[in-house]
């Protein structure tokens, strides 16, 4: 599975910073990035197996989101999550 942060929708809640500080956070412009275990930051696709949290953790970050601006797909490409 895979993430990303659709900046467009983002509105700088913070909700996902405060479920998972240790994946997203706020960038200079109050925009949610993730951050990979390697220390890396983006809003692009991300691979969870990067990622510094359990996928169950991550996916709950996207639900708490007011505008749905975190994405999740499957390896699949499928979409998952809005």
Do not use: H
């Not at 998972?20 to 809003?43: C, H, N, R, Y």
């Not at 510094?52 to 991550?58: D, L």
Request: proline share 5%.
């Amino acid at each position: 599975m895979r993430v990303r942060v659709d900046r467009d929708l983002c509105i700088s809640a913070a909700s996902c910073v405060a479920l998972l500080p240790e994946v997203f956070e706020l960038d200079e412009a109050g925009k949610a990035i993730i951050k990979a275990k390697d220390g890396s930051k983006t809003s692009e696709w991300t691979d969870y197996s990067k990622l510094p949290a359990e996928a169950k953790m991550v996916l709950e970050a996207a639900r708490s989101c007011p505008t749905n601006a975190i994405i999740i797909e499957d390896d699949d490409g499928k979409q998952i999550y809005p």
